[in-house]
């Protein structure tokens, strides 16, 4: 019987304190997404383990339901269900319904994350993408291995001789530096901080923008550049055009310039993107190049959205469809499972219905007002970025699951804690390091 009251008390404590458990493995999860995205599987499991602990299920997810994104992404995933009624390539139809479900993580991370730690768990973020950036020096300057193993196990491992990415394929990597050298940016151009976060804010946005040019991710570079513009535009609004965005353009081509004159990786993209480009230009088009499989991809779904414009293929049928209209001396193209635009390989798939519904999780995106301008503006830097890098590349788990985060707590707009509770002392900091590392040995160990 005592063992029995033990055990009931220990229940309601953890059910009482469910929600601020929660919030602090989401701080986890900003932490170690994008670094090791495959633990974060463990810290979802425990989330949905404290949801049903907690109970009053109806008020934490309508709650999470009355978020316009959330909405948006729900009705997104019914899409692609839906579309299967015409769906004929099973295989990679169950290859794409096999991520819908990242598309409802939101739900879950909603019910339980409080508007008062959102900034510690984007911080938190910002953090993980440091520690990457520490990491991708060291293997730059030869410190540390191109690949380092533990047991066996492979802790990390770079994409290629000359570019130090330990995590992330190039150029999520190189979309997510940019949004930290954004969020630097605006924090150290509005808020009033002291000369001492200043000098680190800098020497961050310095050591991040370099970091970015070592690395080999052409619509990073992209991206780079339309994330400080924007966020220029959101501090200086009408005095943009006038004041900031001439100074900015000159200090931006400056920036590329010299890393272009100083060679490396840098210059070798930039100069594969001009040879790609010319054998583009020739009177029979080569589309056997990085970018030209990409052009090639296009025109000819093209094609077949002028056939399928109003309801698609199906879910799925993007690759069949495509080689269908693809001339025999360019089916090399079947090698590439994807487009790598997200934006033509859903109009494929739902024709413009489906399109407008994809387009609809941006809408709400820029529509969603928060009480704090600053978490405001950051929800439309996630935005941005995930708008303009997914014009090149197919949102694969390990960038999803960092979006669906940033995005979810950008957007959030509930309080469920008290103010207590955002005290941050010795006990929360050593559980933070100590979750951080089971977490990262939880991706080891399924490597």
Sequence with gaps: MIKYSIFNDKYNYIKNNATLYGNHLLV???????????????????????FIIRGDYKKYL?????????????????VNYIWL???????????????????LYPILILSFVDKKFAFRI?????????????ISYMIYFDIFPHKLELFSKIIYEIQEIGNPTPFLDHYFYNT????????????????????????????FITTAS???????????????????????????????????????????????????QNGGLFKDRIDQAFNDKVKLMQEKPNYDTSIGARIGMWIYSIDVIKDN????????????????????????????????????????????????????IFYQIFRTKNDNKDMEIYLYIFGIALMFMITTNQLLKPILLVFILLLSVASVKTEFLEEKYLKLDKKILFFYIIASIIAILIDIAQR
Excluded: C, W
């Design 309 to 360: 414009f109003l309801f698609g293929v199906g879910t799925g049928d993007f690759k069949v469809e495509m080689l269908e209209k693809t001339p025999e001396e360019h089916k090399f193209l079947s090698k590439y499972q994807q487009p790598h635009n997200e934006y033509i390989k859903h109009f494929v798939q739902f024709g413009i219905i489906g399109f407008i519904v994809f387009l609809n």
């Design 210 to 260: 370099i970091n970015i040019i070592l690395i080999g991710g052409r619509i990073g570079y992209v991206i780079y550049a339309i994330l400080i513009l924007s966020t220029l535009f959101f501090i200086y609004k009408k005095k943009f055009f006038y004041m900031a965005l001439p100074m900015a353009i000159v200090l931006i081509s400056s920036f590329f310039y010299f890393s272009y």
């Design 176 to 203: 997510l530096l940019s949004i930290v050298v954004s969020i630097l940016l605006y924090n150290l151009l509005v808020n009033k901080n002291s000369i001492y976060m200043k000098f680190i804010s800098i020497f």
């Design 62 to 78: 309508l709650e999470a339901f009355s978020n316009k994104i959330i909405q948006a992404l729900v009705f997104f995933v019914l």
């Design 122 to 134: 984007i911080y938190a973020f910002i953090i993980g993408m440091l520690v990457s950036e520490f």
């Design 85 to 103: 009624i015409g769906s004929d390539d099973e295989e990679m139809a169950d290859i794409i319904l096999s991520n819908m479900k990242y598309y």
């Design 28 to 50: 986890v999860y900003a932490f170690v997404s994008p670094m090791y995205n495959r633990s974060v599987s463990a810290v979802i499991f425990l989330l949905l383990l404290l």
